[in-house]
């Protein structure tokens, strides 16, 4: 609840008429430009209470007035434009306004700031159209200036923003910037180190693009960089523009009220979405923006009309009273609206999502709009939900000065200006200043008067004060205090004093927050104090907040000074005679006020310590006995901390209740001193506790009060948290997916805890807020003091706006004594901690029935349903007591529930019997209590299994009370209405009769039908079974009655009873073929074999037959199998449709029908009788149809004659045959014999697909025989090398392994590495290490003639003979002569090998010497043919070195020798690189081209002899490749250069 306090605006000229105003966005601040007959125009400047800004000159025209004035939106700086084209600014901080060099000659009409005041527009009427560039100094530099020639009326500018909405995670930031919609969402709290925390920053970025309208209707779009362009022509002068605050949408208003909707491109080009036109008078036509997309409009009517441009919708506000208020407003602000009274202005406030019309008869209507998901319990002020449901109506406010010409929101928080003809005046919101303290209670009903009540002596006094705008209240023993920013009033409370309240004190005091105690004032204010840091000024002062203590008078008696470390005081609090004193530091300190003078009671404790995230103390409260405090704090964030901390003051120990998600400190650790001690119990006390958290889950405090007298019992407002959109998140208990509303969580609860001395928070219960309540004043048992909504007050009892509701654990006990009281609070507080004895011990002496009622409430609040037996018995309710017994065994929450029910509490155990999801219980407890509707709802949606059920007991409800039409259709919902409604109806045959026409239901229908066919009524009979479509009965009439065949066959169609019905008819009269065909068509075909057989009808007989069911045919088949003369083959073909294949078979065999044993033998399966299959087969051998007797043997599993069948007359081994004469694993694994039988079948197909060629499926069935050597070998005749590579790795058999690794040898091993791995691999596991040396031995030789790479020859050759050292040391069964011949011949090679690798490693340190040793090694040592150490390498690596040495001599005779020593027919090329030799000398080369031409002649003679043809041929293919060889050496030689080397690449790496 707010109060709107009105400040006039003070002007320093009387006699003055205000022309204009404009009030800052962000600041409190108000620039009005008046007239004054002496002084002409002026303008001055005024704070939000009206009074002008001191040691400002305010400038003054004496022929001129300020035509235009405007506040730039975020720097206080003001730009006026006057009537003879000046031009003016000021700026904060500044005495005098800066005049601007300005072109303007004429009335500058329009100024217009960019939406980050990074530019301003100004217009004359002229049509000078001018943007200027300012600074923060005021200083104005023009950027284009464009003569229109048209004036300009409307000017607005382009957006760039990504999103006007604040999300969740940014109301923290918001609220920090001091943003009202981010902080209503919480509470009136806000923070007061906003200002010194970080600033919030928009999200938007300048965009200096705007439009310019015209009064001749010209839209004009003018860029950053001063381009004008023309983009659109109105009809008529441009009334008002305005641009979307998120998409590119350009609204229209002309003077003509037309509006239009626009889209704008990148340039600025227009393009029209959609045109209005409204009803109204122009001249007061306004038009707004209210919310993202929403459009605001009045038209000089008492209604406000709002456009939605997403959807389309438009609505109306209309001008009425408002029903439930939320704002107080002055007495003739209800009145209702005058007939010819209408709105002039329209203003919104995006902060606080509110909007404001004012009127000619100086009233302002204000709406606040609020989201879907909060409006459930608001009512609505207008015609339907859908149009307005998202705006409430707040009140009126009426101001002097007739009729208001403007009205505009700012100021920062929320300040509205309004602008009458006769003066100005300023509306600030305050929240509403209340107090309760010692049973009486103040609340503020407007801005100087307070609504007095005394709860003890029941009288309701109005007090109004005398020069005082109090913001704030505060109520002591016999006082109470007023204050406002200036000033405080004290008052004195006695029954002795007529009209009980009298002043006795007033002084000047700039308080923020006062407490009263005895008869002394304690005053957190903001005094001037000398400023020690301003040597060269003496005088020069500072404010400081300090509390001090004061008179009635005023008088300083004493200061509670605290540290400068502490920082600055934002906050009191008494609760007697305890006085907290906080800090915006964290720091909190309590005095003991009782004496004389103050002292402290617990020094000052640093909240940030041991608080995480502390950003600063909403509010703190100290219990009666000053053990405890009480925290609600705000995060670094200056978010609203969701956890309610408790101080417990004599441990130092801190806990808290989250109020977000139930959690206690006891789940997660607030600091390392906080008490570990538990109580009795703990599981029960558990499950109450957390059951109690469910129902303060997404919350956070409002407020919370200490009882005056109990010290450890507490009473928190606890309010939903605000979802993303904004809106409380009020979500249903019922089920995740429900939609129902049953169970809809309140927003606001109040939540009663107790605090043990441990400091352990135990949570006792929780109530919802009443609706007709706004908030909590205070607690004092047995009651809650709230504060009610206006239109809640009860006149009856002296109209007070305080109001007092018991605690539900006192109802009843409202006027008991203090000893029952604390016996209550005892019984309650031991109860929430588990601890049974105490509770109990607390109550003994209690003998009043209805305490233990309260008793056992208290049990069901806490789920203590053996605690609740027992106030049961002493209530004496036995009948109770019998049925919670009963309940033995069943959930905690439904013997819970059980309890409450027979306490009267029904609310509780529906909520109880919700919670644990016993439905079927609920919807039992609906019904008992007649909720019918309910009972309903929770059967549609959670308890569908009991719906019919329901629905049929309320229909019985519904008759027993006299509801015949609600009754049928529950009835018919049960669907059990084709019994009930005609029993419910058979004394009411005029009712019964109707319904019946009405009823569309067959079964009914045809009841009605056959009733009136026992009363005689034949027509009507068959007209009733003509409306439900009874065509059976419809024939039967027909055919009985009328005697009319014709009219039965229409009236049968081919509905198959009535054709059944048909044919029974035609069949008695002796019409036999119509039997058969009306039996035939509705499928009765035994009742027409029957017709059949009876007159011998065969054809018939036979059609009907073959569309028949199995029974059928085969007595259809029996018939013609019997008949005379017989028809075996009608038979046979019907026994076989009929699925009877040995009936058939035997019949077929018996009458020779070969072919029909064909067709049935096709029908024959694996589950089809083995004999009969044989028997097929055997007449298929015969007929030498093999593949078939083959398939028919498998059937038959005569597996070995089908393949003796198959081996006889290659029959083909297919894999689908194969599967079916495979035998089945035994599961038996004892039995032996079934595996042998299966192996030897396998290998037999094995055998037979190997000699038919179907080499895959042979290996498959040996391997499956387990016969991996012939699959393997069947497997190499396939030569797929992965399949033998797996085969081999999964059979793990060294013969398999050598098999495998033998195959490999055959394959490309040189030049793929995997094969090669496999092989070493194979002959590794196969322990065949003497084949895997020659393997080795293979590679050196591979590597020495393809590669000449000899060591990685060498390398292979000693793997080879580590490999037969290994063959001789594991004493292998291979050949030991053999072993040895291979070791030596193994032994010689890798001497030569290592020798002439010696020689190459040599030569790179000694070249020469490396020569010599090839020298003597070609001379002396006889290199025994080209096993080791081929000749021509030796030969090939000294001449290269002689080409390196450019020695060409020796080059030459080293081709030569090599030419006489290489076997005839050798090429010299295959030796030595000839790209880098022919580079050394033309005969060089020519020497070498000779020797290819040579060695080509030679191998061309040895392979061709004397075919002239192929020589030619051969001839021309060497000439194409000598070209080739050609150009391969030039390329290589010219690679040799780039590289600087002329030494060959050989070699492949190999993975040995």
Known sequence: MALYFDYQAKCHFKDSVHVGISLHEKHPILAVSSYNSDKGGFLFICNEEGELLEGINFPTHASAQVTSLTWHPTRLQLAIGWENGDLQVWTDGQEDFFSVDSPHRDPVTLLKWSNQGLRLISADTSGSVIGWKADTRGKLQTVFHHE????????????????????????????VAGDEKALDMFSDWRPKTAGQRMAFQSEQTDNLCFFAGSISGVIYYIKDNGNCEEVLQADGAIKKLLFHETKDYLIVMTDRLNIGQFHVDLDGKVSEIMKVKINGRSTDASLIWAGEGLLAISAGEPTVRCWDLETGENYLLPMEPTLEPTVFSKPNSSLPSHPTEFFTSLAYIDKKRSMCGSTNLGRVFMWKFVSSASRNSVKMMGTSDKSEGSWVRLG??????????????????????????????????????????????????????????????????????????????????????????????????????????????SFACKADELVVHNRSLYVLETVQTKDDSGAENPEKTKDEVRVRCHTFQGTVTSTLNAHEEEGEVCGIHLTTPYLIVFTLQGFVTIWDISRREAKIHVHPKRLGDVIPDFGEIICAKCNSDGTKMSLTVAKSDLFPDTKLYIWNINRDSFSYLDFANGETN????????????????????????SSLALGIFDRFVLSHYWDKHEPKLLVCEAKMLPSNDGSSSIKTSMSKASTNNLFRRPEVVLVTLFTSPEGEILMQNSVTFPEKHVKLLGVEIPHFVLLQKPTSVNEATGGGLSDRKVMRDFEGLEDCDKATRDAVVNFSYYL?????????????????????????????????????????????????????????????????????????????????????????LLNKLYQDSNRWELALQVAEELDRIHLRSTCYNY???????????????MYEKSETHRTEVPRMLSCHEELLESYMKQTKDQVLGSW?????????????????????????????????????????????????????????ELEKR???????????????????????????????????????????????????????????EKAVHLYHRAGLLHMALELAFRTQQFNALQYIAMDLNANSDPMLSQKCATFFIKNKQYEKAVNLLAMAKKYNEALDLCMQHDVPLTDELAEKLTLEKAKDKSSGDGDTERSELLEKMGEIAVSQGNLHLGAKKYTQAGNKIKAMKVLLRIGDPEKIVFFANVSRQREIYVMAANYLQSLDWQNEPSIMRNIITFYTKGRAQHLLASFYMACAEVEIDEFQNYEKALSALEEAKVCLTRTISKGSNVNSEEVRRKGEEIERRTRLVRHFVEIQRQYKQDPEGAIQRCQILLEEWQVSGEDAVRRGDVYAFVA???????????????????????????????????????KLSSEVAQMLKNDRRESRSVSRASAIHGDEDEIAEVEEIEAVKEEEEEEEIEDKALNKEKRGSLFRSNGKVYAI
Not at 666 to 688: F, M, P, Q, R, Y
Not at 896 to 914: P, R, T, Y
Not at 955 to 967: M, Y
């Open 1008 to 1064: 009605w039908g056959k009733r009136l066919e026992t009363k005689g009524e034949v027509q009507g009979a068959l007209t009733a079974y003509e409306e439900v479509d009874d065509r059976s009965s419809q024939v039967r009439l027909h055919c009985r009655f009328h005697n009319d065949i014709e009219a039965a066959e229409k009236s049968a169609g081919s509905d198959p009873p009535a054709l059944f019905e048909l044919g029974r």
């Open 148 to 175: 229109l020639k048209d004036p300009v009326s409307q000017i607005t500018f382009r957006r760039t923003s990504a999103s006007s909405a604040i999300d969740f995670s940014g109301l923290a930031r918001a609220a």
């Open 666 to 689: 006891e789940d997660n650790e607030l600091t390392v001193s906080i008490a570990k001690e538990t109580c009795k119990n703990k599981g029960a006390h558990g499950k109450a506790a």
């Open 832 to 920: 929430s901690m588990g601890n049974m004895d105490e509770a109990f011990r607390a109550i003994k002496t209690i003998k009043s029935g209805s305490i233990w009622e309260n008793m056992a409430r208290m049990c069901v609040e806490t789920k203590q349903v053996d605690v609740g037996a027992v106030c049961l018995g002493h209530m004496g309710n036995a009948i109770g007591a019998r049925a919670l017994r009963k309940t033995a065994g069943a959930p905690l929450d439904v013997r819970v529930a059980v309890l409450a029910l027979h306490l009267g509490l029904i609310a509780e155990a529906e909520k109880l019997l919700n919670g644990c999801g016993r439905y079927d």
């Open 396 to 505: 009126t406010v009426s101001v002097d000065g007739g009729a208001i010409v403007r009205v505009q929101w700012g100021g920062g928080r929320g300040i509205l200006a309004v602008h009458t003809v006769t003066g100005v005046c300023l509306l600030c919101e305050h929240p509403v200043a209340v107090c309760y303290n010692n049973k009486v209670a103040a609340v503020q009903v407007s801005p100087s008067e307070f609504l007095m009540q005394n709860f003890d002596d029941g009288w309701v006094i109005p007090l109004k004060l005398n020069d005082v705008r109090a913001v704030g209240v505060s109520i002591g023993d016999n006082h109470v205090a007023f204050w406002d920013s200036r000033k405080v009033v004290v008052y004195e409370m006695s029954e002795n004093i007529p009209d009980r309240f009298r002043m006795i004190g």
């Open 1440 to 1478: 290269e070195h002689y080409s390196r040495e450019k020695n060409e001599e020796e080059v030459l005779r080293l081709l030569r020798e090599m030419r006489e020593v290489l076997p005839t027919g050798t090429s010299l090329t295959y030796y030595v690189d000839a790209s880098a030799l022919s």
């Open 955 to 969: 229909a019985r409800h519904l008759e027993a009370q006299g509801d015949i039409s609600r009754a049928i259709t």
């Open 1070 to 1128: 002796g019409k036999i073929e119509g039997a058969v065909r009306a039996y035939t068509r509705a499928r009765a075909y035994g009742n027409a074999i029957r017709v059949c057989k009876e007159y011998d009808m065969k054809e018939e007989l036979w059609s009907v037959a073959l569309t028949a069911g199995s029974n059928d045919q085969l007595d259809a088949g029996r018939y013609f199998e019997n008949a005379d003369p017989p028809a075996p």
